[in-house]
């Protein structure tokens, strides 16, 4: 099963591109999902990332996640079905 069928709730989190400057390089605990959000615990506090305009990646892994495909309830994330690029 790949990261992007699993549970994403606790897991260390780091922007690596957004088109939001501000937002790159953020990394913290993922705290909550939303259909369009993470929310993510860092050092200075609590952020909420738009999924929308950020790729990121999940507990350090080599893959990066395009926030815009996964923009759907986490509970239909994980059982949908993702094509390879």
């Keep these: 099963m ?3 069928h699993a549970a994403w709730l ?3 989190i ?3 591109r957004s088109r939001d400057p501000s ?3 953020v990394s913290g605990m993922i705290v909550e999902e ?3 959000t993470l929310r993510v615990r860092t050092l200075s ?3 909420t990332l738009p ?3 950020i790729t ?3 507990d350090s892994e080599e893959v990066e996640i395009d926030g815009a495909t996964v923009t759907q309830r986490p509970e239909d994330r994980i059982n949908r079905r993702y094509r390879r690029n």
């Design 56 to 58: 990121f990646t999940i």
């Design 2 to 4: 790949g990261i992007l």
């Design 45 to 47: 506090g609590e952020v």
């Design 23 to 25: 937002l790159i390089g």
């Design 14 to 16: 780091e922007v690596v």
């Design 51 to 53: 999924k929308d305009v």
């Design 34 to 36: 939303t259909r369009r």
């Design 10 to 12: 606790a897991r260390k």
